[in-house]
Antibody
Framework: QVQLVESGGGLVKPGGSLRLSCAAS????????INWIRQAPGKGLEWLSY????????YYADSVKGRFTISRDNTKNSLYLRMNSLRAEDTAVYYC??????????????WGQGTLVTVSS | SYVLTQPPSMSVAPGRTASITCGGN??????VQWYQQKPGQAPVLVVY???DRPSGIPERFSGSNSGNTATLTISRVEAGDEADYYC??????????FGGGTKLTVL
């Protein structure tokens, strides 16, 4: 079955950096767009970034453009999110989510369980 | 940027029908997805492309979309349907966009 497992979250000081990972299994990883989505405590979902299956198409939300970098290693079935210049407002649970195929519009058909990032001094 | 507006909360009695709305400018021209999120869990896709259901999602969950409003309808509501529900679309200017979410309480 499809499985996505995030890791790498933790406590980091403002201005610091962190790299999140998402390990995928149960499907042909290189065939799918994968996204990062976050959820601040008690708040709604915020889409952050996507990367295409071959890594050639990448897009970011304005809120993280220039600070976050998405990447993937299809040989390791893994997705990454490098986060720099972290701010208190980046505190959230970070999810990786697979995009469904054969649809007229991007949608997220499988999600990981999330990893918590806390930015605080 | 494209904005999706959802009521923050709503309540419904068991066995009744819940209709959760998602408003957006000409949203009827877009494909709408709906996600269910229970406390402490990751979201789950319940409707995509306005009205299609992934395998395993009960027929009680249905969607519609027209004009400036999309609607997720949950028939014969059960206690286990209590959750937060989010709509989502793709927009050419904002890319992937979520609504603010609706907390559904089953009385």
């Amino acid at each position: 079955q499809v499985q996505l497992v995030e890791s790498g979250g933790g406590l980091v000081k403002p201005g610091g950096s962190l790299r999140l990972s998402c390990a995928a299994s149960g499907f042909t990883f290189s065939d799918y767009y994968i996204n990062w989505i976050r959820q601040a405590p008690g708040k709604g979902l915020e889409w952050l970034s996507y990367i295409s299956g071959d890594g050639t198409a990448i897009y970011y939300a304005d809120s993280v453009k220039g600070r976050f970098t998405i990447s993937r290693d299809n040989t390791k079935n893994s997705l990454y999110l490098r986060m720099n210049s972290l701010r208190a407002e980046d505190t959230a649970v970070y999810y990786c989510a697979r995009e469904g195929r054969y649809s007229s519009s991007p949608h997220f058909d499988n999600w990981g369980q999330g990893t918590l990032v806390t930015v605080s001094s | 940027s494209y904005v999706l507006t959802q009521p923050p909360s709503m309540s419904v009695a068991p066995g009744r029908t819940a209709s959760i709305t998602c408003g957006g400018n000409n949203i009827g021209s877009k494909s709408v997805q709906w996600y269910q999120q229970k406390p402490g869990q990751a979201p789950v896709l319940v409707v995509y492309d306005d009205r299609d259901r992934p395998s395993g999602i009960p027929e009680r969950f249905s969607g519609s979309n027209s004009g400036n409003t999309a609607t997720l309808t949950i028939s014969r509501v059960e206690a286990g349907d209590e959750a937060d529900y989010y709509c989502q679309v793709w927009d050419s200017s904002s890319d992937r966009v979520f609504g603010g979410g609706t907390k559904l309480t089953v009385l």
